[in-house]
């Protein structure tokens, strides 16, 4: 299927972006790696009158360190953050959900800021950055704000960005020698979407114990499910495999997901609890 004509615009710097999206209004999107925009377009759920492909904009892509903050550029590919050395050693969790994401075609087109922003519930990328606590750089001719990811992703496809406004960064802290992470995903056989999957940060203290967890849970609804019983379950434990088995068996406690065909509300939930072992035991 083709998409309905639009205009098309390749800004090179933000603030032409900003601009171009101020003068055409609700007409305009945002094209990053267009591997949901697109697909949408050709579907004609999507008909905008313009694109603004923010693919041309150096200062959007690249990832880099600034302290114990990991600072990753909205257009950076899944393929890039895949492979970082940076992203391996300051949030593994992050690389192996980049990794997970698609096929390589795809992960070789698709961006973080894009997949942020489309919000699928069956993504990747929200799940691990819930669990990893970062936030997002939004920009617009107004000024710029920073949204935590649990202010962030609100609802199927809902975020908190307006219109008006492009990520420009995420940002995660806490890249330090006690901090780990791990994600783990039950990939659907057709699509490779996650059914349900799991995204763990575990920060240890000096004697081992678990000093705190964040625990993100996809699959469970319209927007990351934060399993806050397994992370009260593990904080101050030392964290041996009965500990992680006893505190995983806690992790859908207080969803209420969504059943389909494929996989019953049931499902996920016990599912749940086995993914969330599994990021678990691959965190630690
Ligand atoms: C075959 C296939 C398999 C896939 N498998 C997976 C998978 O297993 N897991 C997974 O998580 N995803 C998967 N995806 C989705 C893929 O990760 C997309 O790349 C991603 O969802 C969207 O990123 P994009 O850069 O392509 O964004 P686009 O499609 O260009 O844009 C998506 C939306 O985000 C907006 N947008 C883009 N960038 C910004 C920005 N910087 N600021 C504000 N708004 C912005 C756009 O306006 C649009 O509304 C798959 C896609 C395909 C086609």
Do not use: W
């Amino acid at each position: 299927m083709f998409p309905a004509s639009f205009d098309y615009h390749a800004p090179t710097t933000v603030p032409e972006a900003l601009r171009l999206l101020a003068e055409n209004g609700p007409d305009a999107k945002l094209l990053a790696g267009g591997h949901s925009l697109l697909p949408a377009m050709k579907l004609r759920l999507l008909e905008p009158g313009c694109l603004v492909d923010i693919g041309r904009i150096p200062e959007l892509r690249g990832i880099r360190r600034e302290g114990q903050t990991l600072v990753i550029g909205a257009a950076t590919l899944h393929a890039d953050i895949a492979t970082s050395d940076v992203v391996r050693q300051a949030a593994p969790g992050l690389a192996t959900a980049a990794s997970l994401i698609g096929d390589v075609q795809v992960r070789n087109r698709g961006t973080i800021g894009g997949s942020a922003a489309h919000d699928d519930p069956a993504a990747d990328y929200p799940v691990i950055l819930t669990a990893l606590d970062a936030s997002f750089m939004l920009v617009s001719s107004a000024g710029a704000r920073t949204v935590a990811s649990g202010d962030f992703f609100l609802d199927y496809f809902t975020t908190a960005l307006s219109d008006l406004e492009i990520i420009t960064e995420v940002r995660i802290p806490g890249a330090a020698a006690s901090v780990t992470s791990a994600y783990a995903k039950l990939e659907h056989p057709a699509s490779g979407f996650l059914v349900v999957s799991a995204g763990v940060r575990i920060e240890r203290g000096a004697d081992g114990r678990c000093r705190t967890a964040r625990i993100a849970i996809g699959g469970l609804g319209g927007r990351p499910f934060r399993a806050t019983a397994v992370e009260s379950a593990l904080a101050g434990h030392a964290l041996t495999p009965a500990a992680i088995a006893a505190a995983a068996a806690l992790a859908a406690d207080g969803s209420d997901p969504d059943g389909d065909a494929y996989a019953p509300a049931e499902y996920r939930r016990h599912m749940a609890t086995v993914y969330v072992q599994r990021a678990l035991e691959a965190a630690l």
